[in-house]
């Protein structure tokens, strides 16, 4: 069993910064990719990010390019998103998802396990 668990949500405000962390624990990540979505009240969940487990490909939304940093720390298997600039906008619950398949995606249905996700909350 995999699990996925994210941290580093909070409340902040318009121009601040945040950085969500994934912690991926009971297999070898070696071969998994990382994405990172959200979703925000009534609406649909949307891509943010993601990254090959070894870093040396990453995929961002136009919504997040520019501002949004994801990463890699392989000695503590995790993924962060950095996250700058923010607005009010970028408010929703944030998960991280772990894909076995080979190359990155944009879509959910393309990930195996979800983390619980963490709040995020930008006010203005």
């Known amino acids: 069993q995999v699990h996925v668990v994210e941290s580093g949500g909070g409340l902040v405000q318009a121009g601040d910064s945040l950085r969500l962390s994934c912690a991926a624990s009971g297999r070898t990540f070696s071969n998994y990719n990382m994405g990172w979505f959200r979703q925000a009240p009534g609406k649909e969940r949307e891509f943010v990010a993601a990254i090959t487990w070894r870093g040396d490909h990453t995929s961002y939304a136009d919504s997040a390019k520019g501002r949004f940093t994801i990463s890699t720390d392989n000695a503590k298997n995790t993924v962060n998103l950095q996250m700058n600039s923010l607005k009010p906008e970028d408010t929703a619950v944030y998960y991280c998802?772990?894909?076995?398949?080979?190359?990155?995606?944009?879509?959910?249905?393309?990930?195996?396990?979800w983390g619980q996700g963490t709040q995020v909350t930008v006010s203005s």
């Open positions: 998802a772990a894909r076995r398949g080979f190359g990155l995606a944009t879509l959910g249905a393309g990930y195996d396990y």
